[in-house]
Structure formats: C-alpha cells, structure tokens
C-alpha cells in the first residue's frame, strides 16, 4: 500500500492498493459494484437490490463504527478509470475510484469524500466515519492477489463468488479456521500413517 494526497484530502480518506491484474483486467474487475462492497470485510450485508440502470439500494451493518445503514446509490463514470459510487443520504458525499496501470500490473486509490456536509454538522455524526478503509483495501488487494493465482480454475471462482462473497464476515473466519483445522487433521493422518508404515511396512 501507499499513499498520496488526494483532492480535498481535508474531507477525505483514502487508501491505494497494489494489484497484480493488468489495467484492463481490473477494468473488468471494477464494474460488479456490490463484489468490491462485499469484499470488505466489515459490512455484514442485509440487502443489495438494484434499482435502477446504475443506481441501487444496499443494506448493511458496519462493524467498523457499529453503524446499520440502509442506502440509495448511483454510479457516476468519469472515464474507464475513474469512476464514483455516490451515496444520497448519510455522512459520505461518495467513494470514488480511480485505476491506473503500474510496472508490476496495475492500481485503485478507493476514496471516501466527506464534503457533503458543513463542518459543524459534519462534527455531529463523527460516530458515522467509516473505519474500514484501510481493512477494505487490504482485503481488495489480497482477493485480486488469490484471483490472479486461482481466478482460472472454475472451482475457485465458484466457490469465492458463489459462497464466500454472500457469507458475513464472521462466517469468513469461522470458514477459515475450519479450513486450518481441517488441513491440520489431514496431515496428522497422513503423519501417523508415515510412521505405520515405516514402522510395520518397512
């Protein structure tokens, strides 16, 4: 990750991440709107419905500032690589996301811009910021990351968009501990089967 000072960075948040994807793939990549919201790995979501040709309704909980927001928001494109999810109501004007290509593939700088409200009414919802950025822009870079490696074998992709992606955050980590359980027990067997067999095969 790092970092530069963005337009009125005063009411804004930002993060940058890395991606390995070429700019066109993460072109591709950007424009299913509610995988980029999912993986973020403090909304618990309620609802996302559409609502309208670029415009939808989501529902969800922010474990970052334990905020349950319900939302209307449209989609505004500047460019193929600059483009805005902008919010009607709530402390966040809009996240705008700008792509642009790097040596090592490419990267988005994800910002939020608090500048729909004044100063003195901004400071009477501090409690609606939301803390997630930096842990959503870990979790971007490390699922592009995992689907660079994997996105081409269709178990894979089944499985991250078809199950991961709807399941809460906490069922994320439930799941992952299983898998570490899991593959734990599996090399235990396959230990104590070594040594069966050298013991009493060899």
Known sequence: MTENRPEQARDASWVIVETPLELPALRD?????ERLFRINP???????????????????????????VALDIRIERVSPDEFSVVYREG??????????????????????????????????????VD??????????????????????????????????????????????MLVLVTAAELVLVLLGAMIYWIEFAG
């Open 131 to 176: 803390k997630s950025l930096n842990a959503w822009g870990w979790a971007l870079h490390e699922y592009l990351r995992h689907e660079r490696r994997w996105g081409r074998f269709a178990p894979w992709r089944w499985y991250m968009r078809r199950l991961w992606l709807p399941m809460t955050p906490r069922a994320r980590r439930i799941t992952y």
């Open 91 to 128: 402390i966040k004007a809009r996240t705008r996301f700008a792509l642009e290509p790097t040596a090592a593939g490419s990267r988005v700088t994800i910002t939020d811009d608090y500048s729909r409200l004044p100063d003195a009414e901004r400071a009477q919802h501090i409690d609606e």
């Open 42 to 68: 403090y909304l618990e979501f309620q609802a996302w419905r559409r609502s309208g040709a670029d415009s939808y309704h989501a529902g969800f909980r922010n474990l970052s500032n334990q905020q349950t």
């Open 29 to 33: 990549f950007c424009v299913d709107i």
